[in-house]
Nanobody
């Protein structure tokens, strides 16, 4: 059974940093795109960043480019999102996602709250 467990959220002042972690278990994720999405109150869930586990290729939303960095530790089966220069508009619940590149398997974590105060 696939499990994605996020951690690292919290309250931070604008300009500060946080690092989110997503511990993945339940299968081999080498052909999965691991991503971070976020959902602010009253808004739709939106893409933040992703990394393809097997080759490390990354993608970012324009709103976070240059501020956020996604990375993975294959030995720990963990994906990270380093968030720097945080802004109040980054406030949201952040979700970890695992999407199989060769099919329809798609999994979500339970989410972790990030709140950026001005």
């Amino acid at each position: 059974q696939v499990q994605l467990v996020e951690s690292g959220g919290g309250l931070v002042q604008a300009g500060g940093s946080l690092r989110l972690s997503c511990a993945a278990s339940g299968r081999t994720f080498s052909r999965y795109n691991m991503g971070w999405f976020r959902q602010a109150p009253g808004k739709e869930r939106e893409f933040v960043a992703s990394i393809y586990w097997s080759d490390g290729s990354t993608n970012y939303a324009d709103s976070v480019k240059g501020r956020f960095t996604i990375s993975s530790d294959n030995r720990k089966n963990t994906v990270y999102l380093q968030m720097n220069s945080l802004k109040p508009e980054d406030t949201a619940v952040y979700y970890c996602n695992a999407k199989f590149s060769g099919g329809f398997d798609n999994y979500w974590g339970q989410g972790t709250q990030v709140t950026v105060s001005s």
